[in-house]
Every structure is written in structure tokens, then in C-alpha cells.
């Protein structure tokens, strides 16, 4: 018996097979045909028992020549407990890794950590492959959409590549004889690393539309304003955990200068990847009270400490039988401040992230039209802590109409308006979050250029802000009278808060004396 290599893996096959890279070929192999490889030159005594298991990256590979069954059956007797299960080789992060409040104390703490343990299996940075459902692409016209790939600059081609036989490792993709194409682009991460990505525009171009509806971030906060304890889960890949349904696998086709791949589980970038993964989401938390998901981040948010413990146990519960996996050093466990789509929640109030604010104030000044649109989309986002954001805004968003010239001409008002709407946010602005068993009061204003609305709720004897609105006047309606204005606002105030308003008495508020 004669071992060579190491030789690395390129891809899990089934459940017991895989394929490793000789360099001038690939060959699949048995998991008992191959043994894990320990590098020599590193000391034993530097070694870990559970993390060399991660830091093994190559196997030493027998000859592909055929085996006698005794030999075989010898083999498999004596690596018995040294078999190749991939995860394990490419895992970097465990239950130990989740961020469990400070806060808590001693006995609250090892309570957590009981339930991390009971299901450290479905804490990895590995992405699981769900059981909840899968992704179908429906197309109107079958005739196959092929491009040629998109040059990527020689510094980058190698951690692309590794970006590849990692996806190839997890079994994300495979390589395909599809007759689709679309090309591969390179973007980075926040980190710095590179992510592969697939330009799917002309496919989904051709997509039926999926009109599964995206969860309402309003909706949710709503609900959490007198919550004490929460809880933030974000699963590993979230889309890589839904495979692709075997029909509709050729069409996520992609080419790069290495070859030609196929996706087996749901890639980014799909029309109707997030309708999928809003529908999966759906299915493993429905009944849950005190429960929500946006996206790939699960809330789960209590007043007491006991039903808490019982709700994260739920969830990681349904995340099991599900298959699926939750990210480690993502989850946050028991904490009275989280954060949560771009806010921090908690003890009643909601603000914007720091580190979005601070995007916010070195945003430069914008010179093109585009630039602008970006600016206002960034600060738009927390359009809801700034009074009268829409009548602050109209000089910039003026620059943006038909007819305006690409290069933005820059004067008084453009900076005044730019200079105030990164003040204003810079102020830490935070509002209350709503109380729908309270009264509300609605107070309006009018102006030349615009209509706002403060909702209000009162908190200790002190009415505390919930949440702005702005409207931009359009030109048939700044010929209105300073009246008719303030009507207006008072209509449009009433109907933009409508979800919080309807059915309920509330109190409104208007400046206008006359």
C-alpha cells in the first residue's frame, strides 16, 4: 500500500466521495481511500486536537488502481476513525464564537451557553443545505443566453480562483456542460476579501416574476418597544443554504477563464433569490411569537428572561430539523441593544447605526448627477429622524431632474442642504419606538416647498418623537393657500401613518393660527 500527495480537495461528491486535484486531472475517491495529512515540519505539540482538523487542507491520495476486496476491507478497518468529512476541514467558527451578552450574569450565561452546546452542531460558518424548499427559475423563452466572460485583472485572478475551489469544497457549484453562460464579476466585501459574483441580468430578464412579499421593517419595530431581551441569529450563507432545483440548476451557468460552473444552490443575484429566501424563512418560523427575519437575520425579542431562553431554543430547533446553519460570530444572544437593518433597538428607542452615520459625515460633495442620488439614497435611509427631510433636500433633489446637467452646478443652497442634512444626523438622533396601545398625537406643518409630520407618543409626562415624514410639493400644489396647505398636510400625514392610526382616536396638531 502506497500513499501520494497531498494532493488538495476540489469538491464533495454524494455524501462519501470526492474529488482531488492531481493537477493535470481530477479523480473522485471513496472517503476510505484517503487519509488526512498532517504537515511534519510543524511541531505536534503546536497542534490542537479540534483545530487541526481545520487547518488540514490536502489528503495524501492512493493509486486509482483497483482493489482486491480484502485490500479494501483492510483499509476501511484501518482508518475507521481517520475518514474525510469535509466540513469539519473548512470550518473556522463554533458555538464557542457566538457573542453572548455581558450583561446577563453567571447563571443566565451558562444557561445560553447549555442551549449553544445542545445544538453546536448548527452553529458553523458552513453553510447547511435546508430541507424547507428550493429554488425554481421559470423562464419565458428557453433559448439559451451565453457571454463571454468578463476580463478579470491578472491581480485578482488568484483569489478568485481559491473563491472558486471554495464554493466547489462547500458543493455551492459544481462544473458544468450547460449550454447558458453569463460572466463572472469580482466584488469586495467590507473586509477587503473578494466575493464571486454572476451577472444574471440577461436571465433574469427572462424570469417569471416571484411576488412573495418582503417582510415591512416598520411592521417590526412596531413590535418591540417594550421588549427587555434580544437576540439577533444570522445564518451562514444564508442563500447558499437553498439548493437549486435539478431543471433549473444549467441556467445559473457561469464562465470564467478556468472553466465553465454551475450553481447547486441558490446564488445572489437571481430576480427571485430574496423571494425564496423571504418564503423558506416563512415556513421555519411560522407560530413563533415574539419571532421575525429579515432576509438572512432572525430577531427574536421578550420581556422576560424565561420565555427568551424558550424562544431561542425554538428557533435553533427549527434551524436544525430544517438543516440549516447559523453563523457563529453573527449571533448575539440576550443583549438589551441590537442591532438590526442598519439600527440599533432596544429599551424603547431606536437609532441609526454609528458606523453608518460616520458614511454619512465623510461622505464627500458630490459633483454628478449620480453622486447625488447616491448621497440622498444614504441619508434617505434614516429620512424617518429627520424633520422636514424632503423640504431640507430640495435643492439636491432638484439636480436630479430631466433636463439638469450631469456635472452639478454647485451653489449656496445645494451646500447648505447637503452641510444640513449631515448635521442633522450627526446630532445622534434616536426616536421612540412605537407603542400601539398608546395614544398617538400627529403634528403638522406646511411649507412653500413642502408638507411634514412628527408621530408622537408620550412617555413619564414627555412626548417623545416616533418617527418624521416629509412630502416635496409638486408645482400645482405650491400654488395652493397657506390654508389649503396646511389641509393638505394634515391629509397626507394622516394617511402616510395610517397603519399606526387607523381604528384609533389620536390627537392632531397643526401651527397653522388663522
Known amino acids: 500500500m502506497q500513499w501520494k500527495g497531498p494532493f488538495p480537495i476540489v469538491e464533495k461528491v454524494g455524501t462519501m466521495n470526492y474529488k482531488i486535484d492531481f493537477g493535470h486531472r481530477v479523480k473522485t475517491f471513496h472517503a476510505n481511500l484517503l487519509k488526512k495529512y498532517n504537515r511534519r515540519e510543524v511541531a505536534a505539540t503546536m497542534f490542537d486536537p479540534i483545530q487541526s482538523m481545520y487547518e488540514v487542507v490536502c489528503t495524501s491520495v492512493l493509486e486509482d488502481e483497483p482493489q482486491e476486496e480484502s485490500g479494501i476491507s483492510e483499509l476501511k478497518s484501518f482508518f475507521t476513525d481517520d475518514l474525510i468529512h469535509l466540513p469539519p476541514m473548512f470550518q473556522k467558527e463554533r458555538s464557542t464564537d457566538v457573542n453572548i451578552s455581558g450583561q446577563l450574569g453567571k447563571t443566565k450565561t451558562q444557561q445560553v451557553q447549555q442551549i449553544l452546546t445542545e445544538f453546536e452542531d448548527s452553529l ?292 447648505q442642504a447637503f452641510q444640513t442634512l449631515k448635521s442633522k444626523l450627526a446630532s445622534s438622533p434616536i426616536l421612540q419606538l412605537p407603542d400601539l396601545h398608546r395614544e398617538f398625537t400627529l403634528r403638522t406643518d406646511a411649507s412653500d416647498t413642502g408638507v411634514g409630520a412628527i408621530l408622537l407618543q408620550e412617555f413619564a409626562g414627555e412626548k417623545f418623537p416616533v418617527a418624521y415624514a416629509s412630502k416635496k410639493l409638486n408645482k400645482s400644489q405650491m400654488r395652493y393657500s397657506v390654508m389649503e396647505r396646511e389641509c393638505l398636510a394634515v391629509v397626507w400625514a394622516v394617511l402616510k401613518f395610517e397603519p399606526y392610526l387607523y381604528g384609533k382616536e389620536f390627537v392632531i396638531e397643526t401651527d397653522h393660527h388663522h
Open 124 to 415: 458553523t460558518d458552513l453553510p447547511g443545505k435546508t430541507k424547507l424548499g428550493e429554488h425554481v427559475i421559470k423562464v419565458s423563452d428557453t433559448t439559451p443566453i451565453r457571454s463571454k466572460p468578463y476580463p478579470i485583472p491578472h491581480a485578482l485572478r488568484d483569489d478568485i480562483r481559491k473563491e472558486i475551489q471554495s464554493m466547489l469544497r462547500m458543493g455551492v457549484i459544481s462544473h458544468s456542460k450547460s449550454p447558458y453562460a453569463c460572466p463572472l464579476v469580482a466584488l469586495k466585501k467590507p473586509d477587503g476579501s473578494l466575493r464571486a459574483c454572476c451577472d444574471t441580468r440577461k436571465i433574469n430578464m427572462i424570469t417569471e416574476f416571484d411576488a412573495e412579499p418582503v417582510p415591512d421593517q416598520e411592521e417590526i419595530f412596531a413590535k418591540l418597544s417594550k421588549d427587555c431581551y434580544f437576540s439577533k441569529i444570522d445564518l451562514s450563507k444564508g442563500y447558499w443554504q437553498i439548493p437549486m432545483a435539478k431543471e433549473s440548476k444549467p441556467l445559473t451557468a457561469f464562465v470564467t477563464h478556468d472553466g465553465l460552473y454551475e450553481f447547486n444552490m441558490m446564488p445572489f443575484g437571481l430576480v427571485n433569490s430574496g423571494a425564496t429566501f423571504n418564503r423558506v424563512m416563512r415556513k421555519l418560523l411560522k407560530g413563533i411569537e415574539n419571532v421575525h427575519s429579515y432576509v438572512d437575520d432572525i430577531l427574536i425579542h421578550t420581556q422576560t428572561w424565561e420565555e427568551h431562553l424558550q424562544r431561542v431554543k425554538e428557533v435553533f430547533t427549527r434551524i436544525k430539523k430544517a438543516n440549516l446553519t447559523a453563523r457563529p460570530t453573527k449571533c448575539f444572544i440576550g443583549y438589551n441593544e441590537v442591532e438590526f437593518l442598519g439600527h440599533i433597538i432596544g429599551e424603547g428607542r431606536v437609532k441609526p447605526k454609528p458606523d453608518k452615520i460616520k458614511a454619512i459625515q465623510q461622505a464627500e460633495r458630490p459633483t454628478t448627477k449620480t453622486q447625488v442620488r447616491s448621497f440622498l439614497g444614504l441619508v434617505g435611509y434614516y429620512r424617518k429622524f429627520v424633520p422636514n427631510f424632503a423640504a431640507v433636500a430640495v435643492p439636491l433633489t432638484n439636480c436630479t431632474k430631466k433636463g439638469e446637467p450631469n456635472v452639478i452646478r454647485w451653489g449656496e443652497s445645494q451646500e
